[in-house]
């Protein structure tokens, strides 16, 4: 029985960049392998849903949600619906990325090659080919420092065959089931923004590594420019997510990251940039005490791709 690989597909208001991504997958060479696509739409106000209820006969399941729970509780319901299935690896793909033609038979290759691989990461590129990650790195102040962003391949012919990192960006990248059942899976509380880092971080703790798989490649196409609505949305999450991060995997990094928080919230300029930061301390508040938060603390913009 050949084996299978499912990739999980998050959309939310991707009406534009859906169907470039869907065309490329399917074109998606892989040998020994069964790829099973699976689209979960977190209830986009666009016409996304009528996009991909196109490729109904050509993907394995189309998940329509009746809200939005974010990135990470759309992954946990797809991970859920298939539980009962006897797969090794899963993948997570961004619904505004173009894959090349082997891009997954490199990530399969190196997570069957060394049982000691956690999670890989395929070599972002943006559209006009610079790279737009290739993982990165927690700093004190729990900020992301992204590797090589915004440089350009100039040695592909001596590119390793994997590189070691502290996370990998969900926007293409393959996970081993048993290390992401280990871990904990996603923690549906960061909602958008640091959920796979987090996730990333555990992981490693386990002893597994997280790894840039270079000579996969794929194109990203990111947020692009930000609205108001939406640059507050993005400093929100972030903001907060960083701290809960933080608390998670790098206590000791805590305290300096609020007092650097609660200045810049003091100093900040413009009064909504003030009090987005401002909330963000009393939100992480009600989160690390135990508020089981029903609802989004923020409300999302009219989109919301992972960059």
Same mark, same amino acid.
């Given at each position: ?87 090794? *690896?899963? @993948?997570? !793909?961004? /619904?505004?990325? =173009? #894959?090349?033609?082997?891009? &997954? ?102 002893? *597994?590594? @997280?790894? !840039?798989? /270079?000579?996969? =490649? #794929?194109?990203?196409?990111? &947020? ?84």
């Amino acid at each position: 029985m050949m084996e299978v690989i499912p990739v999980i597909i998050v959309t939310y208001n991707n009406e534009e960049t859906i169907d470039p991504c869907l065309t490329s997958l399917l074109k998606t060479k892989l040998e020994g392998m069964k790829m099973e696509v699976i689209i979960v739409d977190n209830a986009s106000k666009d016409f996304t849903r009528e996009r991909i209820l196109k490729y109904e006969r050509k993907v394995s399941k189309i998940m329509l949600l009746d809200r939005n729970y974010g990135y990470p509780g759309a992954i946990i319901r797809a991970l859920n619906s298939i539980k009962e299935k006897p797969y090794k *690896y899963f @993948v997570l !793909l961004n /619904p505004d990325t =173009i #894959v090349t033609e082997s891009w &997954l038979s490199e990530l399969t290759g190196i997570m069957k090659e060394d049982p000691r691989i956690g999670v890989a990461q395929s070599l972002l590129l943006s559209m006009d080919g610079s790279i737009d990650s290739a993982g990165g790195f927690v700093n004190l102040l729990g900020y992301p420092i992204e590797l090589f962003k915004g440089k350009r391949l100039t040695f592909e012919k001596r590119l390793p065959r994997y590189v070691e990192i502290g996370y990998a960006k969900g926007a293409a990248s393959i996970f081993r089931r048993e290390a992401y059942v280990r871990a904990g899976g996603f923690d549906e509380r960061f909602f958008f923004y640091y959920d796979e880092t987090d996730l990333c971080y555990r992981i490693r703790r386990l002893g *597994y590594k @997280v790894v !840039l798989i /270079p000579r996969s =490649i #794929v194109y990203h196409k990111g &947020l692009g420019s930000k609205s108001p609505s939406k640059e507050l949305f993005v400093l929100y999450y972030m903001e907060r997510n960083k701290l809960l991060f933080l608390i998670k995997n790098m206590p000791y990094c805590l305290l300096p990251s609020l007092l650097w928080s609660l200045v810049r919230a003091l100093k900040s300029g413009k009064p909504r940039y003030r009090h987005i930061r401002l909330k963000v301390l009393l939100d992480f508040i009600r989160l690390t005490i135990g508020c089981q938060l029903k609802e989004p603390l923020y409300l999302e913009p009219k989109s919301q791709a992972k960059e």
